[in-house]
């Protein structure tokens, strides 16, 4: 679910699945770690996070409000669908700068074509 790597402006953490109440403290533990070294710029590669649920969307919030406060910013890449529509819902997206565009995993019935 939780994975990073270095980016040219700091840290990038790729997020998979989703977040829920189980996964909450992970996700928080996982977002101090990066920015207890004064990290001021993050990026969070959320285009393999299917769901984020309102624990989800706290903890990242929370890390861009930090984030911000250092003069710095965290960036959204790729959200998914539901993901993007959360983020609007709450009106947490203008938290983040998000790039990339929403990226949309491939529907099953992608290829297939109706009764004809």
């Known amino acids: 679910m939780?994975?990073?790597?270095?980016?040219?402006?700091?840290?990038?953490?790729?997020?998979?699945?989703e977040t829920g109440p189980a996964s909450k403290a992970q996700l928080s533990a996982f977002l101090a770690r990066q920015l207890a070294g004064g990290t001021r710029h993050l990026?969070?590669?959320?285009?393999?996070?299917?769901?984020?649920d309102?624990?989800?969307?706290?903890?990242?919030?929370?890390?861009?409000?930090?984030?911000?406060?250092r003069?710095?910013?965290?960036?959204l890449l790729r959200p998914q669908e539901p993901v993007a529509r959360a983020l609007a819902l709450t009106?947490?997206?203008?938290?983040?700068?998000?790039?990339?565009?929403?990226?949309?995993?491939p529907d099953s019935r992608d290829g297939e074509t109706g009764p004809g």
């Open 2 to 17: 939780l994975e990073v790597s270095a980016g040219g402006s700091g840290p990038v953490i790729m997020l998979s699945g």
């Open 71 to 75: 003069g710095g910013s965290l960036v």
């Open 91 to 105: 009106g947490a997206g203008h938290m983040f700068t998000i790039r990339g565009g929403t990226h949309r995993e």
């Open 54 to 69: 309102p624990a989800g969307l706290r903890a990242l919030v929370l890390a861009a409000v930090l984030l911000k406060d």
């Open 43 to 52: 990026t969070v590669d959320a285009s393999g996070l299917r769901f984020a």
